[in-house]
């Protein structure tokens, strides 16, 4: 439920210019992203043609974590996110770095399972290139633009939120002609796996799912900008991840009806694939540029958020100093950059999309228990202003929802979670070790000498 909300908002250095209206699109933007371009397919090996059960499961489980985050971001509209969340409820510099390093190892992944979607068949409409050295290439490409600097607004970003609402939308109007035609099967939407029961298939599909409604957590760093954000947040956020859900469900839909499971599982592009399949005269080039358009700006916002989130955490001294080093002219954290785009290489030669999107879950599904876990936790912290608060059982059920999804996660998965955090780990002990040794210096640096250190930087 809504508190009653103070006409007064809280101070801030940051221009309040964000509406309603623009702060949904935003978050529509961020959750109606590149994953449901490539992820149909994989969806479909879990569920058959039941693509419309785990999304809406995906939904459901997202929303919970969704009112957490309302809440938090109301209760403490200056919060940095999850990370700042779990310092401020467990009081431990350990598990707030934790948290804020599954973010970003999220984020390193998230980019190389694009890069392989890039590289897949929606670029094979134009080019018969092989996909790793393609997706390595595409990630270069990628961390130059964002080297460069890439001056983000709004108003960009309502025109790639079109960009990629188009493509969705034509799988959806010219799948409904083809049906109206006489044309699909709408019996394969209750059709599953040989042998796996319904129940679940769904459940392993919804892991899968769950990586399409990922996104809406990045909005909380922008509270300090929008205006009324106790009363705009929320509305924003539940009204973007419902929109979300209604078009990621007709998209399953369509697609179970227009093209049977197996051949959607044989497609790296399989939205390509059913608009082919309906026969509708929309060049193929047109919709696999759509596509990479969504697929690539995905990449390009996710790498900015990593490679800052990492300069962020070394600033704070939570990792290797060196990583916060910019370039003197463009001022961009390019050792980040570097940094986060080779894990991204690295990552892509495991070359199999789904276990890179169950690995994001895996770590976000971290966070996420974390953030449910802090509103429990800091119901105990009374703020002078008002703010929106969720029922108390919802948090309570997102954390069963983390810990159910955390249970369906194969154990390969679990490996290469566990790799990214121990990488993590040793980069954080690096970084103490780095400031115990700086500390002990620290009475004979001159100070010509931190000059000298701030320019080099």
């Known amino acids: 439920m809504i508190e009653t909300l103070p006409d007064a908002e809280s101070p801030t250095r940051l221009r309040r210019a964000i509406t309603g209206p623009l702060l949904f699109a935003f978050i529509l933007g961020d959750v109606l992203g590149a994953g449901i371009y490539a992820l149909m397919g994989v969806l479909s090996e879990k569920v058959g043609g039941m693509l419309w059960a785990p999304l809406i499961l995906a939904?459901?489980?997202?929303?919970?974590?969704?009112?957490?985050?309302?809440?938090?971001?109301?209760?403490?509209?200056?919060?940095?996110?999850?990370?700042?969340?779990?310092?401020?409820?467990?009081?431990?510099?350990?598990?707030?770095?934790?948290?804020?390093?599954?973010?970003?190892?999220?984020?390193?992944?998230?980019?190389?399972?694009?890069?392989?979607?890039?590289?897949?068949?929606?670029?094979?409409?134009?080019?018969?290139?092989?996909?790793?050295p393609v997706a390595i290439a595409f990630l270069a490409i990628v961390a130059a633009l964002n080297a460069r600097g890439v001056r983000e607004s709004l108003g960009a970003n309502l025109v790639m939120t079109g960009i990629e609402l188009s493509g969705l939308v034509i799988v959806i109007v010219v799948v409904a002609g083809f049906v109206t035609a006489g044309g699909g099967d709408p019996s394969r939407l209750t059709q599953t796996p040989e042998g796996?029961?319904?129940?679940?298939?769904?459940?392993?599909?919804?892991?899968?799912?769950?990586?399409?409604?990922?996104?809406?957590?990045?909005?909380?760093?922008?509270?300090?900008?929008?205006?009324?954000?106790?009363?705009?947040?929320p509305r924003a956020l539940f009204a973007a991840l419902f929109t979300a859900g209604a078009v990621y469900l007709l998209v399953g839909l369509a697609s179970s009806i227009a093209l049977p499971a197996a051949e959607l599982q044989e497609s790296s592009g399989p939205l390509l694939a059913v608009v082919e399949a309906t026969g509708v005269s929309i060049p193929s080039w047109l919709f696999s540029l759509i596509a990479l358009v969504a697929v690539a700006n995905?990449?390009?916002?996710?790498?900015?958020?990593?490679?800052?989130?990492?300069?962020?955490?070394?600033?704070?001294?939570?990792?290797?100093?060196?990583?916060?080093?910019?370039?003197?002219?463009?001022?961009?954290?390019?050792?980040?950059?570097?940094?986060?785009?080779?894990?991204?290489?690295?990552?892509?030669?495991?070359?199999?999309?789904?276990?890179?999107?169950?690995?994001?879950?895996?770590?976000?599904?971290?966070?996420?228990?974390?953030?449910?876990?802090?509103?429990?936790?800091?119901?105990?912290?009374?703020?002078?202003?008002?703010?929106?608060?969720?029922?108390?059982?919802?948090?309570?059920?997102?954390?069963?929802?983390?810990?159910?999804?955390?249970?369906?996660?194969?154990?390969?998965?679990?490996?290469?979670?566990?790799?990214?955090?121990?990488?993590?780990?040793?980069?954080?002990?690096?970084?103490?070790?780095?400031?115990?040794?700086?500390?002990?210096?620290?009475?004979?640096?001159?100070?010509?000498?931190?000059?000298?250190?701030?320019?080099?930087?």
């Open 298 to 457: 995905g990449a390009l916002l996710t790498m900015i958020m990593t490679s800052r989130l990492t300069y962020g955490m070394a600033e704070q001294g939570l990792l290797p100093d060196a990583l916060s080093r910019v370039l003197p002219r463009r001022k961009t954290p390019w050792v980040a950059i570097i940094t986060t785009t080779a894990a991204a290489m690295l990552l892509t030669l495991v070359g199999d999309l789904a276990t890179l999107a169950e690995t994001v879950v895996l770590l976000l599904l971290f966070v996420f228990l974390s953030a449910n876990v802090s509103v429990l936790v800091l119901r105990r912290d009374r703020v002078e202003h008002d703010h929106f608060r969720i029922w108390t059982p919802i948090p309570v059920l997102g954390i069963g929802s983390c810990i159910l999804l955390l249970t369906q996660q194969r154990p390969v998965v679990w490996l290469y979670g566990a790799a990214l955090l121990a990488i993590g780990v040793v980069l954080h002990m690096l970084a103490r070790w780095q400031r115990s040794r700086s500390a002990g210096r620290k009475p004979t640096t001159t100070t010509d000498d931190q000059e000298t250190n701030h320019a080099a930087r």
């Open 196 to 233: 796996t029961p319904a129940a679940l298939a769904v459940l392993a599909g919804a892991v899968i799912a769950y990586y399409s409604f990922v996104g809406f957590e990045t909005s909380a760093n922008m509270i300090e900008e929008v205006r009324n954000p106790r009363r705009t947040y």
């Open 59 to 132: 939904l459901l489980l997202a929303l919970l974590t969704a009112g957490s985050y309302a809440e938090l971001v109301t209760k403490y509209p200056r919060a940095g996110g999850a990370s700042v969340f779990a310092e401020r409820a467990f009081r431990s510099p350990l598990v707030s770095f934790l948290v804020g390093f599954c973010m970003l190892a999220a984020g390193v992944t998230s980019a190389a399972g694009l890069a392989i979607a890039f590289a897949g068949d929606y670029l094979g409409t134009f080019f018969d290139l092989p996909t790793i």
